[in-house]
């Protein structure tokens, strides 16, 4: 599988990071052995001073409105019909889709904790998302400002497209506690 990608650079200094750490399967898993998908976006990190990816957790309302209807018993219908739900039973290339009982119970307990979303590299809650300016093309070479200033540095973020190229990722599963701390990360 190869995919286009977007570089991160400093105004400042040379930093560059590609968004390919976004890349891969992401998932938590709990005390049992179970497990939900999460989606990442990307953030800076005031602990690891650069661009990570960071778990992208569900609107809060949503969960509520979802937990409500779990708890009524009626929950798979209403909670199906809503995509920020789906990713998190969706499978791997390989794997089987995660069953969505048990995804929506790890998810549960990840919402329960009322946490923040963390650095998927160092753990810390120190950070925040980095917005990509909307529209931005991967086609486009041009280095666009993002208003992010880089931590610890003082320059500001600019990100640009890959152009034509693009890379075969490896595929990885990346496994985390319903902290969002770091457990394995095993071939696919
Ligand atoms: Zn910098
Ligand atoms: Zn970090």
Redesign the pocket.
């Known amino acids: 599988m190869s995919v286009p990608y977007r570089i991160v650079t400093c105004t400042n200094c040379n930093l560059q990071e590609a968004s390919l750490i976004l890349n891969g399967y992401f998932v938590w898993r709990d005390s049992n052995g179970r497990e939900a998908s999460f989606d990442r976006e990307l953030a800076i990190?005031r602990?690891?001073c650069?661009v990570?990816p960071i778990e992208r957790l569900p609107d809060r309302d949503e969960f509520d409105e979802a937990e409500e209807a779990s708890l009524a018993g009626f929950w798979r219908k209403r909670a199906l019909k809503r995509k920020v739900y789906r990713s998190f039973w969706k499978k791997s290339l390989i794997q089987e889709a995660i069953d969505p009982t048990s995804g929506f119970e790890v998810l549960r307990q990840v919402m329960g904790l009322r946490r923040g979303p963390v650095?998927l590299?160092?753990?810390?809650p120190?950070?925040s998302s980095m917005s990509i300016p909307y529209g931005h093309d991967t086609a486009s070479e041009e280095p666009v400002p993002t208003g992010t200033i880089h931590p610890g540095c003082g320059g500001e973020l600019l990100v640009r497209g890959s152009g034509g190229e693009r890379v075969a990722v490896m595929l990885y599963k990346n496994v985390y506690d319903i902290h969002g701390q770091f457990v394995e990360r095993t071939r696919e």
């Open positions: 990190c602990d690891c650069t990570t650095c590299a160092c753990g810390s120190d950070v």
